[in-house]
DNA sequence: TAACATTACGTTAGCCGTAACGATA
DNA sequence: TATCGTTACGGCTAACGTAATGTTA
């Protein structure tokens, strides 16, 4: 067995050609280097340089052993990679969210139930979803479809209903409630993390400009200060969130209406036991 | 990167089961043990055991990375191994013999070629040697026929001729020659090492009792104090080395009168250029 | 009480860097 | 003369083993 370190040096000085260069770029010193090469050889029982007066010159022999300890630095750097990582896996919840709501309802849940985890939340549209769980990319995901394959274990979480949230003044304030196809053409305040919502807002009203505000508080900002509308929801209004001012009306289209569902693997069930007890189909809301 | 040392400890741990029995296995103290496996967990920067107060176990993450530990330890095994051995490679000469005297008359000539190379002979029937060459087993081979193959460099470096050696008294020795099938059913003195002439003897005389020498020396003196017939040969008569006592009748079957020839891989031919040089037909005889 | 892990402590082997040396182009 | 490798030397770190401590079955 020969150690790591002295690999390392063998392999330095082969890429480097001298051992002074080699002693650079380890950032070491160049007598250190002579003597490791040596110990190196002596270990082995093998020569891999020939000592000219003022030269060092790797043997055949020599030439032949800087694949191979590469190969043996390679097998040890993967090693400390793959626990490392393992590691962090075992410490780490990732979860695929395909809208806002079910991530700010589940987190303290979640949080509650897997304390010293850390949280990975991944928010955007779900088609991505399922693959990513057999992968175990995600542990967990709330999508809005269920999706297809034996491999999941699948429970509702909840609903959500979208609203359209304007000023009185707004020309469509006067509608019981409204279509997605109404506001085509305007300028809308659009808050950007929030997943298949997107997707489906911007293909229902594609002459929309949306005004798309990455930073939460830029955004309310907005919806406080300015006339533009903008989205709600029923777990917003739900909760008393209403924005002063404005009044909010619904949104007739169907896909304004959505059930959420909570995925993972049957393999992994056991693992959030605790976490499908505790939702039901009215969490999200 | 992780020294070859901390991860040898680590896995005879995880063998061992305790601290103490490592250590015993690894004749080092255990306290240096607690150290190692400190120093592991730092430079990792994952814990890998669970301290009970009494008591060392491996976390989830410790026991899926004893495998690749291991992984790592055999690939370093493997690197020494290999570079040992493609060093001898280099230093050994390795060469397939049909029969005793080529060996004898070569070895001078590759010792004075071949300095410092160690020989490595392989006395035995050459059905073998072509094979042998392709798998590098053998670098060089003398063969008692020309091998098929275009990969072969050949030269033939002589001949030998085998004799029956018996006493006055035998009922032989009256004949000016004789064939191997007059001495079926009779006891033979054979040394043993003698390549393809064992199998060739044996079958022209399938009733013969062979008494086998393994050791020279208790060869020549069953020759030389017994009334048994044994085989000399050309080379041997050529240079005086008659069995007082004994005379020496020719053998007249065409198997008793053979060509040597010498082999190589026709790539490695530059190699043997100054061997092939100083041979001719009749190097041998 | 026996087995085990950790901590404390004094010792030392081994490694490091500086400096000196020898050789080469 | 500048570059390179080896050797010598002194200093110091880091690893070791013994012994003591604390815990458990």
């Known amino acids: 067995m020969i150690e790591t370190n002295l690999l390392a040096q063998f392999v330095a000085f082969a890429k480097a050609g001298t051992l ?98 850390t949280l990975s939340a991944d928010m955007k549209d779900d088609v991505s979803f399922p693959e990513g769980l057999r992968r175990q990319t995600y542990q967990l995901a709330v999508m809005h ?5 034996d491999e999941f274990f699948v429970k509702k979480c909840g609903s959500e209903k979208l609203y359209l949230s304007v000023r009185a003044s707004d020309p469509l304030a006067f509608y019981p409630e409204v279509r997605l196809q109404d506001l085509d053409g305007r300028a809308i305040l659009l808050f950007s993390h929030i997943g298949f919502w997107m997707k489906m807002t911007r293909e229902k009203t594609p002459h929309a400009r949306y005004l798309l505000q990455v930073q939460r508080d830029a ?21 008393g969130q209403k924005i002063p001012g404005r009044i909010n009306i619904s949104l007739a289209d169907p896909e304004c209406q959505t059930d959420y569902y909570l995925v993972c693997l049957k393999s992994e069930q056991k693992r959030y036991e605790k976490l499908f007890q505790q939702i039901d189909d009215r969490t999200i809301y």
Do not use: W
């Open 20 to 117: 002074t260069r080699a002693a650079q770029d380890l950032h070491t010193s160049q007598p250190a280097l002579t003597r490791s090469m040596k110990k190196l050889e002596e270990e082995l029982e093998v020569p891999l340089f020939v000592r000219h007066k003022n030269h060092l010159e790797l043997t055949q022999t020599g030439r032949y052993a800087v694949y191979y300890a590469q190969r043996v630095l390679q097998e040890n750097q993967d090693f400390c990679d793959r626990i490392r990582s393992y590691d962090r896996s075992l410490h780490t919840l990732s979860i695929g969210y395909c809208a806002p709501v079910p991530q700010m309802v589940l987190t303290p849940l979640l949080n509650g139930i897997f304390q010293g985890m």
């Open 145 to 149: 479809a269920r999706p297809d394959g």
């Open 219 to 239: 955004f309310h900002e907005l919806t406080e200060h300015s006339d533009y509308p903008c989205f709600s929801s029923s777990y917003f209004l739900g909760q």
